[in-house]
């Protein structure tokens, strides 16, 4: 990787890891449905005309069908289940469980498609659950908070998120392979927005918020979807996937920095012990670290 690739990576992780804390904020002033649809539209506007200069809108034409599939499940779905858990959650903790993305789509890959994991990626899925299992246990109280949302609710909604970009990664595999990535980016945000609309409308706030949760709004949306997406995709073309996939390991980083600088989140000693656990099973189980007798003769170190 250049250094302009680990730039773009940095900037990337702390773009999403922003995004937990602009979730949790805004999630309070919007309420989830109106914030979700505002964050996917925003992009959407983004994303849309960018698509158009690139001349690949036929793309998202001829393979619409799947396209918006991977909006609902990729885009809304998760984006919804995330409002309702920064309700109660921190920013930190949301994005370490969001890291077990990768355990999801190895786990679905296996089970869905007979991608059978190696011993090693095996244990690196045993890992990665019994972390979020050990962050469960010490976070999941049943008592409901001033939103009317448990712990225990909060950290279910972040896991069933994280099941939807694992089976979302396996559906893109089959249905969207050689598909141009800014087409499914740009269809999936639209598709999205289109399917959130309804329930923004009807829970949509009676009073409007003020300008800084507007532009908290603003900055979900065009900074921390719209251009991480780009960033995303650029990577991928770039430095490959294998490569690209490495910035899970820094989102939550960047979160807990985020929450501690802006709303006073504390990272306690279960917290970074869960994520050091969730993070080496993901990267066991992705691939990313291999003993050198895993590695085929002759190959570098990842």
Same mark, same amino acid.
Request: charged content about 10%; glycine content about 10%.
């Given at each position: 990787?250049?250094?302009?690739?680990?730039?773009?990576m940095?900037?990337l992780a702390?773009?999403?890891?922003?995004?937990?804390l602009?979730?949790?904020?805004?999630a309070?002033?919007f309420?989830p449905?109106?914030?979700?649809f505002l964050?996917?539209?925003?992009?959407?506007?983004?994303?849309?005309?960018?698509?158009?200069w690139?001349?690949?809108v036929?793309a998202l $034409?001829?393979?619409?069908r799947?396209?918006a599939?991977?909006?609902?499940?990729? =885009?809304? +779905?998760?984006?919804?289940?995330?409002m309702?858990?920064l309700l109660? +959650?921190?920013?930190g903790?949301?994005?370490?469980f969001?890291a077990t993305?990768p355990?999801?789509?190895?786990?679905i890959?296996?089970?869905?498609?007979?991608d059978?994991p190696?011993p090693? $990626?095996?244990? @690196?899925?045993a890992l990665? /659950?019994a972390?979020?299992?050990?962050?469960g246990?010490d976070?999941a109280?049943l008592?409901?908070?001033?939103?009317g949302?448990?712990?225990?609710l909060?950290i279910a909604?972040?896991?069933?998120? =994280?099941?939807?970009y694992g089976w979302t990664?396996?559906?893109?595999?089959?249905?969207l392979?050689?598909v141009?990535?800014?087409a499914?980016?740009a269809?999936?945000?639209a /598709?999205?927005?289109?399917?959130?609309?309804?329930?923004? +409308?009807?829970?949509?706030?009676? =009073?409007l918020?003020? #300008?800084?949760?507007?532009?908290?709004?603003?900055?979900?949306a065009?900074?921390?979807t @719209?251009?991480?997406?780009?960033?995303?995709f650029r +990577?991928i073309a770039?430095? @490959?996937p294998?490569?690209?996939i490495?910035?899970?390991?820094?989102i939550?980083?960047?979160?807990v920095?985020?929450?501690?600088?802006?709303? @006073?989140e504390r990272?306690?000693?279960?917290m970074?012990?869960?994520?050091?656990?969730?993070?080496?099973?993901?990267?066991?189980a992705t691939?990313?670290l291999?003993?050198?007798?895993?590695?085929p003769?002759?190959s #570098?170190? #990842?």
């Amino acid at each position: 990787m250049q250094r302009r690739d680990i730039a773009e990576m940095l900037l990337l992780a702390a773009l999403w890891g922003a995004s937990f804390l602009f979730m949790r904020v805004g999630a309070t002033d919007f309420g989830p449905a109106a914030l979700v649809f505002l964050r996917v539209a925003g992009a959407s506007l983004l994303l849309l005309p960018l698509l158009a200069w690139r001349g690949e809108v036929g793309a998202l $034409r001829a393979q619409w069908r799947p396209i918006a599939l991977v909006g609902v499940v990729n =885009t809304a +779905l998760p984006f919804a289940l995330y409002m309702v858990a920064l309700l109660v +959650l921190s920013a930190g903790l949301a994005s370490i469980f969001n890291a077990t993305a990768p355990l999801w789509g190895a786990l679905i890959a296996w089970a869905w498609l007979g991608d059978r994991p190696t011993p090693l $990626r095996g244990l @690196g899925l045993a890992l990665g /659950f019994a972390g979020v299992l050990w962050l469960g246990i010490d976070n999941a109280s049943l008592r409901a908070g001033s939103a009317g949302v448990s712990p225990a609710l909060g950290i279910a909604a972040c896991i069933a998120a =994280t099941a939807c970009y694992g089976w979302t990664a396996n559906y893109t595999k089959q249905r969207l392979t050689g598909v141009p990535p800014m087409a499914v980016a740009a269809g999936s945000q639209a /598709f999205a927005a289109l399917a959130t609309l309804p329930a923004a +409308l009807w829970w949509w706030p009676a =009073t409007l918020p003020g #300008p800084t949760a507007w532009a908290g709004a603003a900055a979900l949306a065009l900074a921390c979807t @719209g251009l991480a997406y780009l960033l995303y995709f650029r +990577l991928i073309a770039r430095v @490959g996937p294998a490569k690209t996939i490495a910035v899970t390991f820094l989102i939550p980083a960047f979160a807990v920095l985020w929450g501690a600088m802006f709303l @006073g989140e504390r990272l306690t000693p279960t917290m970074l012990g869960g994520c050091a656990v969730i993070l080496l099973g993901t990267a066991l189980a992705t691939g990313l670290l291999r003993t050198r007798r895993s590695r085929p003769a002759g190959s #570098p170190a #990842p």
